[in-house]
């Protein structure tokens, strides 16, 4: 009996961990395609992202650890008469006479993940599609959608029981591969959005399928969707701040927000603060050094009862902008 309830209390930090992923990071808008599909696509440029999060560093070696990759990519481009036009003052005459048909966007994505909180190990990984319309020469409607598959698995080895234990049927069940479990969902989202501002809306849950079921229980959904809303408010020729808000909502409705501004100078450098209402706070610095690379940092911490077991937790995300042929930089709202 003893072992039982050293599982289940074993189990109990996992429950966050449960299907439903969605990328756990300080710098949530350089994944935005992970939470809503319909970004899949929005930059002009194939775009990779790679982020690596440290949690809880007073934990040392045991500390949780995230990472995630996520690529995107147009598979078509919007007819580009402007760029073409040998008089600007025609640009947005012939940028009007384009047919809406012609500057439809396609983008695919992809997205893989790896995470370890405790003894509990989780990989996997999806595609996204978006279809992108016109709904003015500046605003655009995007739906998308993500086919995820997701690995959880209880690290059985991991788990002490004392020194010689009786036998227990449970744990050797465990002990014999019934602690994985595989999951295959489908989620999607709708996207309203301009170079000035966004809305968008996800929902994760539209279908779901186990693959592979675990007597540990990872089955249970967490996160039911996300709303997310941001603007640009220049300040002066070489300040912008970007206000934003993100809305997770879990199973039981309640709502998990987080509220940032950024602010970008001369498009180059940024800077911005992070609250999140379960009582933490982030600090987020960055640089674009080329037209193709730029670096992100972030530190997170507790400001509830929960400080004094959390000195912190790091987030450093590359972005790499390929074929930016026109130097352009990334829809981070």
């Known amino acids: 009996m003893m072992r039982l309830f050293t599982i289940a209390f074993i189990l109990l930090?996992?429950?966050?961990a449960f299907c439903q992923y969605i990328p756990n990071s300080g710098q949530a808008f350089q994944f935005a395609s992970a939470y809503n599909a319909a970004f899949t696509g929005v930059d002009e440029f194939a775009d990779l992202r790679i982020g690596y999060r440290y949690q809880m560093a007073g934990y040392g070696t045991n500390a949780p650890?995230?990472?995630n990759i996520v690529f995107n990519y147009r598979l078509r481009q919007p007819a580009d008469l402007v760029t073409n036009s040998l008089r600007p003052s025609k640009g947005n005459a012939l940028a009007s006479a384009v047919p809406?048909?012609?500057r439809i966007i396609h983008g695919i994505g992809a997205n893989l993940f790896s995470e370890k909180v405790g003894l509990i190990d989780r990989l996997g990984g999806g595609v996204s599609y978006a279809f992108h319309y016109p709904l003015t020469r500046k605003l655009r409607l995007s739906a998308g959608f993500t086919a995820f598959i997701e690995n959880t698995q209880l690290d059985v080895n991991g788990i002490y029981l004392g020194e010689n234990p009786d036998q227990d049927p449970f744990y050797d069940h465990l002990m014999q591969g019934s602690s994985k479990h595989s999951e295959f969902s489908l989620r999607g989202g709708v996207l309203l959005y301009s170079r000035n501002f966004y809305f968008g809306v996800s929902y994760f849950p539209i279908a779901t399928s186990v693959?592979?079921?675990?007597d540990a229980n990872f089955s249970d959904p967490f996160y039911q969707g996300s709303v997310q809303t941001g603007f640009v408010?220049?300040?002066n020729a070489d300040l912008v701040l970007k206000p934003s808000v993100l809305a997770i909502v879990q199973t039981d409705n309640h709502v998990l927000l987080d509220y940032s501004v950024k602010g970008y100078l001369k498009n180059r450098a940024w800077f911005g603060l992070?609250?999140?209402d379960i009582k933490a706070g982030v600090v987020l610095l960055g640089f674009d050094f080329t037209k193709t690379l730029s670096v992100?940092?972030?530190y997170e911490m507790s400001m509830g009862d929960f400080g004094k077991f959390n000195d912190g937790s790091h987030d450093l995300v590359l972005a790499l902008r390929l074929n930016n042929f026109k130097g352009l930089r990334s829809y981070t709202w």
Do not use: E, M
């Open 296 to 298: 992100g940092y972030s």
């Open 65 to 67: 650890k995230f990472a």
């Open 100 to 102: 809406a048909k012609k």
């Open 274 to 276: 992070t609250y999140r």
């Open 13 to 16: 930090p996992a429950i966050p």
């Open 211 to 214: 693959i592979s079921n675990s």
């Open 233 to 235: 408010l220049p300040v």
